[in-house]
């Protein structure tokens, strides 16, 4: 099977999106006709009266139909099932091909449907699925399309031609009695799988085209003519010489097609030419490399159930055996495990020889005794589970009997003695377990139809996990007494704990700064350790212990430290959310009294203004860090001092440009007359005038026309002149932005010829520098060059 190159290059030059309908079935059931008729134009594809196949291999055809999502309609016509000289796998690869690819796929027959074509369809659709899936799943498929990924194929309509019967009665009064009358072939085929697939495990709830198929639908059509020669070459008839029946039975299958018809996904959109062209290289190539799936004879199908399912009947009967085994309370020997092993496996073995001796098949021994490997694996993994319960159950008797000897003996004691007692009674109690376990692990009589089973493996050694288990408990009494050591450090760490948490509440709704904080750390700490040592007063040699240091650093880690940590955090949180409200209202009065400044005014009128208003705001902030001055040592007084100053400084700013404003306001007589006489200048100016083609020209021309024009307005009068210089910046910058914008243009351009200029003569200097000695007809070139030296200059 080969694609054609000159149409997959066709395609790969089409962009727009393609839904394909596919159709599919025996040769000669009207696959041609019926896509002709889909297509309103019995010319599309060819047809004919000969018996032998018209359509060969697969083709496609471009129509003006419209699918639901908008792509347009390709129609797929393929090759006839059963054609002369062509084989199953090749009907198979047309229909795998045609369910691939197709947004709807259409299967084709005539006159009825019986169970026979059900389970055609059914053997082309395994076949398609599995291909689908070895395709999707090989590595060298990393480009596969999506559409190999999903679990379903597109939607199936099963159109029956030339349909004149009657539907079964049953289903004559269904909706849908057509396709009623499909689903009860489905549902025959379906029992009759159930009875097998229950038998060896499976589900069987669902019929293998409904689970393949997002949707199933038969629909029938009457006889397309009703002459003989009519029906003996349809290509002859146009389409309204067709039955009334067939036209109209025609166009409810179309609008079904299409209202769900959309293009299939590739690479997360919609399928394109070059898309549909790359995927017909892919599964051509796939089926080239063998991937399609050649179905085996049924009677080898046959012979190979009753071989498989012997080998499951011997394995069946092999694990019922195993359940016979070790089936006690406690787990048995290993040499009785084994010989009941051995022996279940010899019965598995001539009960497999039994099933076979009727049948022409060899005894696979060896895939038996495989199998029965892999239920003795997991039999032997239960028996490890079993025995490893059962370690584990007498090093805990053996430690309750050890733990028991040792509750006895009142506390407290010599350290020795009950050191001398625990090794006596653990010496005893190791050598017993250590002969029962080995009696255990004796392995018995050889063994020939498999492995052996051995001792589980202990993650550690159970003599030694009861050596060390036993050392634990005695370990464990000699604790004892620590523990209650230890509870007299717990309660002289709690009075210290309560002492700092007492005298940190007494403080916790006051504002402090550094150095009363100091202050209160010395007195916590004081109080902390005069509460520590007072609960270990009636044992003085407590204080001389490991665990009074030890107690004493968690107190201080703990205790003090933790304590005084959170505490100056709040008392941190609190001065900010102090000097933050504090900040917001001496910002909130600063722009309240600032808007209420006079302007336009002088600058030494403004700036003392201002300064008397800064003062006064940052009074404000000073009252607020306590009659003291308690918290000006702190960061959020410094943080806020720092914030006030930026409003002020930022307001400041603000005050200037906005008098600058209003200067320029009031100075538009000012302005304006500036701005004329610039405008005259501009109307002077020639080509090698620089008041429009040098910025700096341009400005100290724009300044002293506005400086003069000054005094000839009331408010420019009465400006400094540091304020007429802000002033003329302004309006420089803004009003006439774009004037100066100009010139700076045609500065660079004036740079950039007089700088081609320069470099042409220099060049020039430099060809007529290098040529041969004078003469008269090269003297002209060089009286050029040295004047052209000299234009340089």
């Not at 007195?523 to 005069?530: D, E, L, R, S």
């Not at 917001?584 to 208003?613: F, G, I, V, W």
């Not at 200037?656 to 002077?684: F, G, P, Y």
């Not at 910058?733 to 914008?741: E, G, V």
Request: with cysteine; aromatic share 8%; glycine share 6%.
């Amino acid at each position: 099977m080969l694609p054609v190159p000159e149409g997959l290059q066709m395609l790969a030059r089409h962009d727009g999106q393609i839904a394909v309908v596919s159709v599919v079935g025996p040769y000669h059931s009207g696959k041609s006709f019926l896509l002709n008729a889909l297509a309103g134009d019995p010319g599309v594809f060819q047809i004919g009266r000969r018996t032998s196949p018209e359509t060969m291999g697969i083709w496609l055809c471009r129509t003006s139909l419209k699918a639901s999502d908008g792509s347009e309609v390709w129609l797929m016509d393929s090759e006839g099932f059963f054609g002369p000289g062509v084989s199953e796998s090749y009907d198979a690869k047309i229909f795998t091909i045609a369910s691939l690819l197709g947004g709807h796929l259409v299967y084709n027959t005539v006159k009825i449907i019986d169970q026979q074509a059900v389970n055609l369809l059914e053997m082309l659709a395994r076949r398609a699925q599995l291909f689908r899936t070895r395709s999707s799943a090989e590595p060298t498929s990393a480009e596969a399309p999506e559409f190999l990924s999903v679990r379903s194929f597109p939607p199936l309509t099963w159109v029956v031609e030339d349909f004149v019967q009657e539907l079964p009665e049953e289903h004559r009064a269904d909706e849908d009695g057509a396709t009623a009358w499909l689903r009860s072939y489905l549902s025959e085929a379906n029992s009759s799988a159930l009875d097998h697939e229950l038998a060896i495990g499976g589900e069987g709830d669902t019929h293998l085209l409904s689970r393949l198929y997002s949707k199933l639908k038969v629909h029938t059509l009457f006889l397309p003519a009703t002459q003989k020669e009519h029906l003996q070459d349809l290509s002859k008839l146009r389409f309204e010489e067709l039955t009334e029946e067939f036209k109209e039975e025609i166009e409810v299958l179309k609008a079904h097609i299409l209202s769900t018809l959309e293009a299939r996904q590739f690479e997360g959109k919609a399928m394109r030419g070059p898309t549909l062209e790359r995927a017909l290289r892919f599964i051509t190539q796939a089926l080239q490399r063998g991937m399609f799936h050649e179905m085996p004879s049924l009677w080898a199908t046959w012979t190979a159930q009753v071989a498989e399912m012997s080998l499951q009947d011997a394995e069946t009967w092999f694990a019922s055996l195993l359940t016979h085994v070790d089936h006690h309370d406690d787990p048995v020997p290993l040499a009785t495990f084994n010989r009941d092993v051995e022996n279940a496996r010899e019965r598995s073995v001539q009960f497999y020889r039994e099933l076979l001796r009727d049948f022409d098949i060899n005894a696979d021994i060896r895939a038996l005794r495989d199998r029965m490997a892999n239920n003795f694996q997991l039999k032997m993994t239960l028996y490890h589970e079993r025995v490893q319960r059962w370690v584990g159950e007498l090093v805990v008797r053996s430690k309750d009997a050890v733990a028991r000897h040792l509750n006895h003996i009142e506390l407290p004691v010599d350290p020795n003695t009950i050191r001398a007692d625990g090794e006596n009674i653990t010496k005893f109690k190791i050598k017993a377990f250590s002969d029962q376990l080995l009696v255990f692990a004796q392995r018995g009589a050889a063994v020939s139809l498999g492995k052996a089973a051995q001792m589980p493996a202990f993650s550690l050694d159970p003599v030694s996990q009861l050596t060390t288990d036993l050392r634990a408990i005695m370990g464990s009494k000699e604790l004892e007494n620590e523990r209650e050591i230890a509870q007299f450090f717990k309660a002289a760490v709690a009075a210290a704990d309560e002492a700092v948490e007492g005298e940190l509440k007494l403080n916790v709704n006051k504002l402090m700064g550094r150095t009363r904080m100091k202050e209160l750390q010395s007195i916590v700490a004081g109080k902390c350790w005069q509460a520590f040592d007072e609960k270990l007063a009636k044992h003085k040699w407590m204080m001389f212990l490991v665990h009074y240091k030890t107690h004493k650093a968690l107190v201080q880690a703990e205790t003090y430290d933790s304590r005084m940590v959170r505490f100056g955090q709040a008392n941190e949180q609190k001065l900010s959310a102090h000097f933050r409200t504090a900040m917001d209202r001496c910002s909130a009065s600063y722009r309240a009294r600032k808007s209420n400044l006079a302007m336009p005014a002088s600058e030494t009128d403004l700036e003392a203004e201002h300064r008397q208003l800064a003062t006064t705001v940052r009074e404000m902030l000073d009252e607020q860090a306590g009659n003291n001055g308690d918290l000006k040592d702190t960061d959020a007084y410094r943080g806020a001092v720092m914030s006030l100053n930026s409003v002020l400084e930022e307001g400041l700013l603000h005050v200037r440009q906005k008098n600058i404003e209003l200067w320029k306001v009031h100075s538009d007589e000012a302005t304006r007359c500036a701005l004329r006489a610039n405008e005259a200048v501009m109307r002077q100016c020639g080509l090698l005038c620089f008041f429009n083609k040098v910025p700096q020209v341009h400005k100290s021309t724009s300044k002293k026309h506005l400086i003069q024009c000054f005094p000839r307005s009331g408010a420019g009068a009465r400006m400094s002149p540091t304020m007429q210089m802000q002033v003329f910046e302004n309006w420089y910058n803004k009003d006439l932005a774009h004037d100066a914008s100009t010139v700076w243009n045609n500065f660079y351009i004036g740079s950039g010829l007089l700088g081609f200029c320069v470099l042409m003569l220099c060049m020039g200097g430099r060809l007529c520098s290098s040529q041969s000695p004078p003469s008269p007809q090269y003297g002209s070139f060089q009286g050029g060059n040295r004047m052209g030296g000299q234009w340089s200059e």
